[in-house]
C-alpha cells in the first residue's frame, strides 16, 4: 500500500483500495494518478485490464463533493463497460459516499431523469448522454472532469460528432482525460481541439507476450465447427471466449455447442440490456465458462482469467485480432489464443500475419468426429432450445 499512498491519494480512497487487496499500482495508475490530481490533462493508452478505471476514477473521486451537481463525466462505448465502471467507482468512493449513476440506451430513459439531479458522477454512452442534453434532462455545467474512455472504440462505432456535440456542452475550463489503444487521424482531430498541453501516459500491453501461445489449425470448411467442439469438449482450465463475426454465427455456435452438449452462453448487440445483463452475470459468476460473442458486444468487457480465445471467425484486421487476443495471459497468467481457419479465413489471416510482431504456430489437426448441427438459423424459439438440454443436463 505504500506505493499507492505516494501517488498522493486521500485516506478514504486508500482505505476502499486496501480492501480490494490492491498491493501496488499498475503502470497506468503510477503514471497517470499523480498528474491527474494536478489537474493536468492526460493522454493515455488504455489496455484492457491495465487498471485505468482506477487511474481516472482515484481522481474523480477525490475531487468531488457530494450534492453540488454533476462534477464528472465518463464517456464510453458500450452499455456492459459504462455498468462496470460505475460499479468500480462505488468501491472506491466506500468511504467518500458520492452518487454515481450509468445512463444507456436499451433501458427507458424517463427511468433515469430522477437518478440524473442526484448525480455527482455520471458514466454513460454517446447516445445517451446526447438524449439527455437535447431534453434538457442532464446539466453538464459544473463539470470538472470529462474522461473519453476507449476513445478509438467509440469512434469505431460512429460516436465521434456525438461525442463533439457533448464536450461542447461541458465548461472550456475543465480537466479531459482520454484513454484510447490507438489513434488515429480523427482522434488526434480530437486531442488536438479539446485536450489542453496532455501529458503522455505509454502504458505497455498489459497482455504478457511470453505467456501468450498462438495457434492455428487449417480445416475443411464443414470441419470448422467440429473442431471447434472438439476442442472445448478437452478444454478445462478456465473461461473462455469464443469470437464470431456476425450475430447469426455467434447465434449458430452457440445454440449448436449447447446441443452437443456444451454449456455456452451468447453476447451480441441484438441482444436486450436485461438480457446482456443476466449473461454477464453467468460468466463473471462462472456459471458458464464459455461465452460466444461479436467483437462490437465484447467491447469494454473486462473480464480477467480467461485462458483461452478462440477465432471462430478472423477478424478482418490487425487491430481487432490483437483486440481479442488480448483478453488472455493477462498480469502473469498463461493464455492461449486459438485460430479455426477456413477456405475463407485465409485472407484476413494474411493481413494479421502482416504484422512481424505476431507470431501464431500452426497446429496439426486431431482426429475428429463430426459435431451435430442441431441448429442453422438464429430461432425465436432459442430459449426453448436451451432449456431443454439445460434440463436434460440438471437430469444427469
Known amino acids: ?42 493522454l493515455a493508452g488504455s489496455a484492457t485490464g491495465s487498471g485505468k478505471t482506477l487511474a481516472f476514477g482515484a481522481g474523480i473521486i477525490q475531487n468531488s463533493t457530494k450534492g453540488e451537481g454533476i462534477q464528472a463525466l465518463i464517456l464510453t462505448p458500450t452499455r456492459e463497460l459504462a455498468e462496470q465502471i460505475k460499479k468500480a467507482l462505488k468501491i472506491f468512493c466506500k468511504y467518500k459516499p458520492l452518487d454515481i449513476t450509468a445512463v444507456y440506451g436499451g433501458v427507458p430513459i424517463d427511468r433515469q431523469f430522477r437518478r440524473l439531479k442526484e448525480a455527482d458522477i455520471v458514466v454513460g454512452t454517446p447516445g445517451r448522454i446526447l438524449d439527455h442534453l437535447q431534453r434538457n ?39 479531459t ?6 489513434i488515429s487521424g480523427m482522434l488526434e482531430h480530437i486531442i488536438k481541439r479539446y485536450l489542453v498541453d496532455p501529458v503522455k501516459v505509454d502504458v505497455e500491453s498489459y497482455v504478457d507476450p511470453s505467456k501468450l501461445r498462438q495457434v492455428y489449425y487449417d480445416v475443411e470448411d464443414n470441419l470448422k465447427f467440429s473442431l471447434l467442439v472438439h476442442l472445448l469438449k478437452k478444454e478445462r482450465s478456465g473461461l473462455v471466449m469464443v469470437f464470431c463475426n456476425t450475430r447469426s454465427a455467434t447465434d449458430f455456435v452457440v445454440n449448436n455447442l449447447i446441443g452437443n452438449g456444451i454449456e455456452a452462453e451468447a453476447i451480441h448487440g441484438g441482444f436486450t ?17 464459455i461465452l460466444v460473442c461479436t467483437d462490437v458486444a465484447a467491447r469494454g468487457l473486462d473480464i480477467p482469467h480467461v485462458s483461452h480465445v478462440y477465432n471462430f471467425d478472423l477478424p478482418e484486421d490487425n487491430k481487432d485480432y490483437i483486440h481479442r487476443v488480448g483478453r488472455t495471459a493477462r498480469a502473469g497468467h498463461e493464455g492461449i489464443a486459438v485460430n479455426i481457419l477456413g477456405s475463407r479465413d485465409h485472407d484476413a489471416f494474411g493481413r494479421i ?20 448441427i442441431v441448429w442453422r438459423q438464429p430461432p425465436k424459439q432459442f430459449r426453448n432450445i436451451r432449456s431443454k438440454w439445460t434440463t436434460k443436463k440438471r437430469r444427469h
Open 273 to 289: 440490456q436485461a438480457k446482456r445483463s443476466k449473461v454477464m452475470e453467468h460468466f463473471h459468476g462462472e456459471k458458464a465458462l
Open 1 to 42: 500500500m505504500k506505493k499507492f499512498e505516494e501517488l498522493g491519494l486521500i485516506e478514504p480512497i486508500l482505505k476502499a483500495i486496501d480492501e480490494e487487496k490492491f498491493e501496488e499500482p499498475t503502470e497506468v495508475q503510477a503514471q497517470a494518478i499523480p498528474k491527474i490530481l494536478k489537474g493536468k490533462d492526460i
Open 137 to 175: 434532462t442532464i446539466n453538464l455545467i459544473k463539470i470538472k472532469t470529462l474522461v473519453l474512455d476507449e476513445a478509438d472504440r467509440m469512434l469505431d462505432m460512429g460516436f465521434i460528432d456525438d461525442v463533439e456535440k457533448i464536450i461542447k456542452n461541458t465548461p472550456k475550463k475543465r480537466q
Open 353 to 372: 500475419l502482416a504484422n512481424h510482431d505476431i507470431r501464431v504456430d500452426k497446429e496439426p489437426t486431431p482426429r475428429i468426429e463430426k459435431a451435430k
Open 177 to 182: 482525460l482520454l484513454f484510447s489503444a490507438t
